[in-house]
Antibody, heavy 128, light 107 residues
C-alpha cells in the first residue's frame, strides 16, 4: 500500500525556518517524481515545488522561489522541504504528492502531469 | 502562467441528480487536465486525468470531457459521499496550477 506521511509542521514566527519531511513507503520511491502542494486555511490548492526522481531537476512556484528548497534522499525514502524566511501567507497545510508516472496504452501517451497519491498533510502556522 | 477558472463556485443539488462542473483554461492545455475531489479534513483524491480517464478505483458515475480550454466533470447520479470540493489541475512549462474549486453541496 502506498503511504506518504508528512511531519515537521508547527508554529513558527515570521522570518523563521522550518523543515518538512515526507516518509514514503509501499512503492519504489527512487523511481517517482514528487511535489509539495499547500492549502491555506479555507482556501484552494497551491502547487509549491517539484523534484525529479533523481533530484537533478527542481522547480518552484514564484511565491516561494529563493526561500524554499526541495530535496530528497532516495536511500531513506524521504522527501524534504526546507522553508526559510517564512511569512504569514505561508500558513497552510503542506501535502507531499506523488506524480503518476507516464505510460502508453491503446489510446496513446499519458503524461506524468498528475498527483496520484497524497499524504495527509502537515500544518505550518506562521505567526508572532 | 495558465490560469484555470472553475464554475460555478458552489453547486447545490440533491442525491440522484446529475452534476456538471466546468473548468476553463486561459490558454490551451490540450487534454492534459485532471480533476480531484477533496472532502473536509482529507487530502485531495485523483478522479480523472488526461481530461477523460478515470483513475484507479473511481466509480463509473464520474466522467470527464473536453480539450483545449474547456473541460467538464460530470457525476451522473449523485451519491451522498460525492458532496465535496472539486478541483481541476494542469501542468505546463514545469509549473502546475489548480482551479479555485467548486463546492458541491447538498440541496
Amino acid at each position: 500500500e502506498v503511504q506518504l506521511v508528512e511531519s515537521g509542521g508547527g508554529l513558527v514566527q515570521p522570518g523563521g525556518s522550518l523543515r518538512l519531511s515526507c516518509a514514503a513507503s509501499g512503492f519504489t520511491f527512487s523511481s517517482y517524481e514528487m511535489n509539495w502542494v499547500r492549502q491555506a486555511p479555507g482556501k484552494g490548492l497551491e502547487w509549491v515545488s517539484y523534484i525529479s526522481s533523481s533530484g537533478s531537476t527542481i522547480y518552484y512556484a514564484d511565491s516561494v522561489k529563493g526561500r524554499f528548497t526541495i530535496s530528497r534522499d532516495n536511500a531513506k525514502n524521504s522527501l524534504y522541504l526546507q522553508m526559510n524566511s517564512l511569512r504569514a501567507e505561508d500558513t497552510a497545510v503542506y501535502y507531499c504528492a506523488r506524480v503518476k508516472p507516464y505510460y502508453y496504452d491503446s489510446s496513446g501517451y499519458h503524461a506524468p502531469y498528475y498527483f496520484d497519491y497524497w499524504g495527509q498533510g502537515t500544518l505550518v502556522t506562521v505567526s508572532s | 502562467e495558465i490560469v484555470l477558472t472553475q464554475s460555478p463556485a458552489t453547486l447545490s443539488l440533491s442525491p440522484g441528480e446529475r452534476a456538471t462542473l466546468s473548468c476553463r483554461a486561459s490558454q490551451s492545455v490540450s487534454s492534459y487536465l485532471a480533476w480531484y475531489q477533496q472532502k473536509p479534513g482529507q487530502a485531495p483524491r485523483l478522479l480523472i486525468y488526461d481530461a477523460s480517464n478515470r483513475a484507479t478505483g473511481i466509480p463509473a458515475r464520474f466522467s470527464g470531457s473536453g480539450s483545449g480550454t474547456d473541460f467538464t466533470l460530470t457525476i451522473s447520479s449523485l451519491e451522498p459521499e460525492d458532496f465535496a470540493v472539486y478541483y481541476c489541475q494542469q501542468r505546463s512549462n514545469w509549473s502546475y496550477s489548480f482551479g479555485q474549486g467548486t463546492k458541491l453541496e447538498i440541496k
